[in-house]
């Protein structure tokens, strides 16, 4: 019965996103809206991998790359619509989150995350030299007109990516209270003792590896469309990687609410500061917030929350 | 096209550029490869000691002889910046090493943009009298700028080589790579040589730096590219070995020249990240490795 409130939640999120999208005027709150929810769709997505089980995946860029490309070469090929741009580009996020998952048969700690760099910059390489996706130079793309209810194009991927961020957050908070998620904690606390006691480590991380990089590459797909344009320096842009991992660790990694309170504080902050400043000062902002985190408040928000919280209830 | 001549000649010029590449790994060889910080802004703070060289290059100051002023400066840098690290991750223990990577990123960051803030986003280069020239040496065209920094590199190398072997702080921070626990029962304190070793890291990367854009035209997010060829070199070179350095760099350079003569620049970036992955897959320990 504690579902109640979170569908509750669920439903509210959503009718309020499709409302704004019929009621709301200025094109430009959804330009912002849809980074923003991007983020809260991938800090969500890095956190089942990174924060539950304690692999630190440097890699969202990766599966953001992945994703918008996926998109790119299924329109260009077949004129695929959004909906199966994202499927496609989902379960190819998913097939490289496997490859991934193997890494960490060998692989723990920061040998981990630099492979998963690794795999950023290979990635990238490679989709720099398929000519049939624009190579360096990118591709221009043309987007359908918008389908029915919707009278833009923006709003239509703005809706779409509210739905991905219920998906997200829901599958989030499934596997933190399932047996996933225990079996995922154990992982992060003690990989040998977890296996010794008959957790399946391989399978579940394997597990949180595909769905984690499905729900990234899916959240990455829109982007083509969003912004008529892709290259690989942008498409990988290791931004994403650090943005992803700083909202999870400025939320705080231990609960589903964190990454998803940090993807809105950190994007929100820094889609304002674009506005009013520079895009540059968005990438200060982020290295600024995820260093004074790390070093003053190691369990981001809801640490903070939760020990206000205690001195409150002593007092 | 495959051939005899411009496979000799991508050995020798990937040869000297792996040098180039050890020298600007050496420092991170230092602090993670012997340290175990993982020390991600290691690039970033090339790309700073190459602004540093930079800005003396206004004053007609030779990039090598910049390197060498900015030295000092970058060791006490480097010294703040393991403090930091050492107080809030090494000593609360717990995920000190990836709260740490998360917290170099973010310093990587700051880096970059206080660059792009102060000098622009624009490419810039340094003036000296080894800088676009050519020479030849059995029939193979070689820019005299690549062998400045080969020389450097060796010299560089060699001289910490014998600071590691040589001498007592050298061997005492070699000590606290092996076993920190025993040299604390032996009375010294590691963290206070820890944060001397970070210190000659950040300061050799100051040389490097200058090496940098000797070598190259420099730019705020030049960093990037390093970060995949400086890991690959430490990681091969198994942690914290010299002489491994050099091999690991030079295997790098030549592979990244064959690939580059070969099939073309747009491959190079992926070059060092492969042998990365395949290293770490196959021998995690290094070639070299304990």
Redesign the interface.
């Known amino acids: 019965m504690r579902s109640v409130p979170f569908l509750i939640g669920a439903a509210v999120f959503l009718t309020a996103a499709v409302t704004a999208a019929f009621v709301v005027r200025n094109e430009y709150v959804f330009f912002a809206g849809f980074v923003i929810l991007q983020f809260i769709v991938l800090a969500t997505a890095w956190n089942i991998l990174g924060g539950y089980a304690?692999y630190?995946n440097?890699g969202t860029s990766a599966f953001v790359g992945v994703g918008i490309y996926t998109a790119v070469a299924v329109f260009k090929y077949a004129g695929a619509p959004l909906y199966l741009q994202m499927l496609a580009a989902a379960a190819v996020g998913a097939a490289l989150g496997l490859g991934v998952g193997l890494?960490t048969l060998?692989?723990r700690?920061?040998?981990f995350?630099?492979?998963t760099?690794?795999?950023t910059?290979?990635a990238?390489?490679?989709i720099?030299?398929w000519k049939f996706v624009g190579?360096?130079t990118g591709v221009q793309l043309l987007r359908p007109p918008p389908t029915a209810p919707f009278e833009s194009y923006i709003k239509m991927l703005f809706v779409v990516v509210a739905v991905l961020v219920v998906i997200a957050v829901a599958l989030a908070r499934y596997i933190q209270l399932s047996g996933v998620g225990r079996g995922l904690r154990a992982v992060r606390d003690d990989e040998v003792a977890a296996e010794c006691s008959g957790v399946p480590t391989l399978k579940l991380k394997l597990l949180a590896c595909a769905i984690s990089g499905a729900l990234m590459s899916a959240a990455g797909a829109p982007a083509a469309m969003y912004l008529q344009f892709a290259d690989p320096v942008s498409a990988f842009n290791?931004n994403y990687s650090?943005s992803a991992?700083?909202m999870s660790?400025i939320g705080g990694t231990a609960h589903w609410i964190g990454p998803v309170l940090g993807a809105i504080l950190l994007a929100t902050t820094q889609q304002f500061l674009t506005v009013t400043i520079s895009s540059?000062?968005n990438?200060?902002v982020?290295?600024?917030?995820?260093?004074l985190f790390?070093?003053g408040a190691?369990d981001g928000i809801i640490g903070l929350a939760k020990r206000a919280w205690q001195r409150w209830g002593r007092r | 096209m495959f051939s005899w001549e411009l496979l000799l000649d991508a050995v020798v010029l990937g040869t000297m550029v792996g040098c180039f590449y050890a020298a600007v790994s050496i420092g991170l060889a230092i602090s993670f490869g012997m340290l175990d910080v993982p020390n991600v802004t290691h690039p970033a703070l090339l790309v700073l000691a190459s602004y540093g060289a930079w800005l003396l290059g206004g004053f007609e100051i030779d990039p090598i002889l910049a390197g060498l002023i900015l030295m000092p400066l970058f060791f006490v840098l480097g010294i703040a910046l393991y403090r930091v690290y050492h107080e809030t991750f090494e000593k609360r223990g717990s995920q000190a090493a990836v709260r740490g990577l998360a917290f170099f990123f973010g310093i990587t960051f700051i880096i970059e943009v206080g660059i792009i803030m102060a000098f622009g986003v624009d490419q810039r280069t340094v003036q000296a009298f080894y800088i676009g020239k050519s020479i030849e040496i059995l029939e193979i065209r070689i820019p005299m700028r690549m062998i400045a920094a080969f020389v450097m590199a060796l010299l560089l190398s060699g001289v910490l080589a014998l600071y590691f072997n040589r001498t007592f702080l050298g061997r005492a921070i070699r000590a606290v790579a092996q076993d920190e626990e025993a040299l604390r029962l032996m009375g010294a304190d590691p963290v206070r040589i820890k944060q001397w070793a970070f210190g000659i890291a950040t300061a050799v990367a100051a040389l490097a730096g200058a090496l940098l854009i000797i070598v190259q035209p420099v730019e705020p997010t030049l960093d990037r590219a390093y970060i995949g060829r400086t890991f690959c070199v430490v990681v091969m070179a198994g942690l914290g070995s010299m002489s491994g350095t050099l091999v690991a760099g030079i295997i790098l350079g030549v592979a990244e020249t064959i690939v580059l003569t070969m099939f073309g620049a747009s491959w190079a970036p992926a070059i060092s990240f492969t042998l990365l992955l395949i290293i770490l897959g196959v021998r995690p320990q290094g070639l070299f490795g304990r």
């Open positions: 304690g630190v440097f890494l060998r692989l700690g920061i040998f995350s630099i492979a760099v690794a795999v910059i290979i990238e390489t490679l720099t030299n190579g360096a290791l650090v991992l700083a660790l540059e000062v990438v200060l982020l290295g600024v917030m995820l260093v790390v070093v190691p």
